[in-house]
């Protein structure tokens, strides 16, 4: 299977604390892949060095990193967006036609393409509204359709679902499944279930380090996640779907 990212080597030590040691990991191309673990566990350090931002130990498909984001081939989305520019949510969004040329670049994205995205994406009557004064869901849903305008093959997503009602974070990931073809993913996540179910292939961190990497059957099992997250979870598998349940006897135990 041919790798998206081959990552040797890479150590990230701020001011001489360990907070990301990757001896080697390949993630394979042509997949959505999820980052999961414990608070701390170095998810979002790991994403930032997909970027070559820790590092020249990282290659996709075997090119510096470099490369890519200057042939605009990766969308990003982060936990914090920059949401004080004075934009209209259409005009924000369209800054991924343009992700290297400065937000007063007055870029078009297709017409009909802006039209699906706004309204999959429940942005359709706050389309001429100034992206500063949405909430955090409605600016974190005009975030992603900036990135899915920027028509990049790779797509990396920290907590793309961060402060999404449950029904749009579904409606996200369904985009995304639907879409499998037309690029791949690289996202951290928190829900358990929702990484199990819509993911090829899992990276289990923890304290800065990958406990365990390749399918979610075999990645996500109760025990390894229970010693992870130092918390009894119980797996249960229902009509080929994984969800996972945390252990209320012991949150009543603890609560004592």
Sequence with gaps: MENLFTIRNVHVQ???RCILSVPQLDLPANQHISIIGPNGAGKSTLLRALLGLHGSGVK????PVDNSLKRRQIAWVGQH?????PLTVVEYVQLGCSPQGGWFKKARAPAAKLQQLLDVFDLCTLAQQRIGSLSGGEQQRA????????????LLLDEPCNHLDIRHQHQLMHYLHEHHADFSVVMVLHD???????SDFIVLM???QIVASGTPQDVMQSALLSEVYQWPIRRIEEDGKLFFRMNHHALHSAAA
Excluded: D, K, S
Excluded at 81 to 85: F, K, S
């Design 14 to 16: 701020p001011r001489g």
């Design 60 to 63: 996709l498909f075997g090119e």
């Design 81 to 85: 967006g920059q949401y004080n520019l």
């Design 143 to 154: 975030n992603v359709v900036r990135a899915l305008l920027q028509n990049a093959p790779l």
């Design 192 to 198: 358990l279930t929702m990484a199990a179910n819509h």
């Design 206 to 208: 923890n304290e800065g």
